[in-house]
């Protein structure tokens, strides 16, 4: 199947520093989100800063996403360098950033029509009695939902087709409906893969975190019961709770862009 070889061959070309490097230093990057959270600062003067470096991080992710998903297309012919990568970064990133931007919109509206839809669901069921509408408010989430996630598999290599095809950042989500169409059982195995490898690749973050819950274990009790923030980890936890993040991160923003290029274009043709 080919998903299952497409996954094999990103696997395999994963311990690349053409691949690790770039998502290395986007996790880096992002380390300071992580350190926030270590301070326990509820501020709003650190609630604006964190938010604003989110935003940025927002800004440049595609700048990566683009890079590594070049350098994965390249590495299969055995042509990746760093090069490589910031050229596919230069060339493909404003289209991806506003095809980005495109899909933000698109999720804010969907959650503007999911309130609104659940309101007037609610109140046209309430009309017969209370309890028919909840009843109401759960039919039209439930379908809403799978309306969402199937609009959200036909959308979901836009990037692969900014980056792969040169698509301009509409035009792209029409290529990405043309390729989910064609493939539609491929990309299913694709989804069902991409998430078990994911789970795995986490493990190290997953691992850092039980430790630091077990450790913690009263404190953490205690300030969920009193609704406050985690408590401030110790030292030695701190560190294990970093390199479990660097280490994961590093895995999943290096694989899931790579294996995302691959497949689309092991199977676009």
Known sequence: M???????????????QELLVPALVYTIL???????SFSGSTSSAGVAAEVAYGVLLWLVAPFFTAGIMG???EARRGNATFSTFFQFARERYLNLLIATV?????AL??????LLGGMVAYLGGKMVSE????????????????????????????????????????????????????????????FVLAIAIL???????????????????????????????????????AVLLILGYIITNTLVTAFLPAYKAVFYSNLRR
Do not use: W
């Not at 299952?4 to 311990?15: E, F, H, I, S, W």
């Open 2 to 16: 080919g998903a299952v070889k497409c996954a094999g061959d990103t696997l395999r070309m994963l311990p690349s």
């Open 30 to 36: 992002s380390l300071p989100t992580l350190l926030q």
């Open 71 to 73: 350098v994965a297309l």
């Open 102 to 106: 495109v899909v933000v919109i698109a």
């Open 109 to 114: 509206g969907v959650a503007m029509v999911a």
């Open 131 to 190: 309890q028919a509408g909840v009843i109401a408010v759960a039919l039209f989430l439930m379908l809403f939902g799978i309306l969402v996630i199937a609009a959200a598999v036909l959308f979901s290599f836009y990037d692969a087709c900014v980056v792969v095809e040169a698509s301009d950042p509409l035009s792209a989500f029409a290529c990405s409906m043309r390729f989910v169409r064609s493939n539609l059982v491929h990309v299913l195995a694709f």
């Open 199 to 237: 789970i795995l690749l986490s493990l190290p973050n997953a691992v850092a975190m039980l430790y630091y819950l077990l450790t913690s274990l009263p404190e953490v009790s205690a300030s969920l019961l009193e609704g406050g923030s985690m408590p401030k980890p110790e030292f030695g936890t």
